[in-house]
């Protein structure tokens, strides 16, 4: 799978101002480490935070875990100095708090590949994503999506979304319903992926469980998290079943023995298929490798 659309379950934040914990990160094998520049970072410590953050970037081995970094708002005097520190570190991508419109993607697509003409880092090589956490964002969601080639996924954030709609959490997720299925759709559309909301309460593990359930029968790509704790509750959830690895595998074989004969439409177990649902059976099998589940050829 290539890097935009490698396997992203699982996002954890990390405070990029506290070395000790965004050093070690890797070792709880998120997919993802999410080193947030914005809300976690106090406003008289954000140079410490960014200095913090580049010097992680440089010299902490992942170990494939890849590096997000959430920059300040376009509002602020900051994230272009954040963007500055995170192309120069090396992070595998950016994220784009509050984006409301196609134009802050590409605001911060131009600056991106101004930093990495400006420290020699090859042209395209990180990647955005952009947040969404207003009602004017979700119904421009779409032209987001589609607003850069850089651009690999958008995720809904729930607690701004709510504050906007005067509303609050709920366990049915019904004040959400809406946003999710919109931005959902505007992915899809758009060839992207979707990532939900953080689910805050980390002593309801039984209500974090039934939402990443709620997550993938949806269509979401991931989730965000907020503890190490929640790492594996996500990949479990997200883990193709026997069944459907064995699908998936002769969907992939059988479209492979095909292929030189130009046949497009074969037929499984006595249900008729076309070459449409080879991405679907690539990624259930990219999911249950990571899973630890399939060792196959596919």
């Not at 140079?47 to 890849?66: I, K």
């Not at 192309?87 to 590949?113: F, H, M, N, S, T």
């Not at 020699?120 to 032209?143: C, F």
């Amino acid at each position: 799978m290539t890097e935009k659309r490698r396997l992203r379950r699982t996002m954890m934040f990390l405070n990029a101002q506290r070395p000790g914990l965004i050093k070690d990160a890797y070792i709880y094998r998120p997919d993802s480490v999410m080193f947030d520049l914005e809300d976690a970072v106090a406003e008289n410590q954000k140079d410490a935070a960014r200095f913090s953050l580049y010097h992680a970037l440089l010299n902490v081995d992942y170990c494939g875990v890849e590096r997000i970094v959430r920059i300040n708002g376009l509002d602020t005097p900051y994230w272009k100095e954040d963007i500055r520190a995170s192309v120069a570190g090396g992070a595998d991508g950016i994220r784009i708090p509050k984006c409301e419109y196609a134009q802050d993607v590409k605001l911060v697509d131009a600056a991106i590949e101004a930093a990495e003409n400006e420290f020699s880092r090859v042209k395209g090589s990180t990647l955005l994503m952009s947040a969404i956490e207003s009602p004017r964002g979700v119904l421009n969601a779409l032209s987001i999506c589609e607003a850069s080639e850089r651009l690999f996924g958008v995720a809904i954030s729930g607690a701004d979304f709510r504050k906007c709609m005067q509303t609050a959490y709920t366990k049915s997720g019904v004040e959400m319903a809406a946003a999710r299925g919109n931005i959902l759709l505007a992915a899809r559309s758009a060839g992207v992926q979707c990532f939900d909301t953080v689910f805050t309460n980390l002593d309801d593990m039984e209500g974090f469980t039934e939402e990443v359930v709620m997550n993938k029968q949806m269509g979401f790509d991931g989730k965000s998290v907020i503890s190490p704790r929640q790492i594996k509750i996500v990949h479990d959830v997200f883990a193709p079943s026997e069944k459907e690895i064995r699908e998936a595998e002769k969907i992939v074989r059988t479209v492979r023995e095909n292929a030189d004969k130009g046949v497009g439409v074969f037929t499984i177990d006595g249900k008729m298929l076309d070459i449409a649902f080879v991405p679907g059976a690539e990624r259930t099998l990219a999911l249950a490798r990571a899973s630890g589940l399939y060792e196959g050829e596919f």
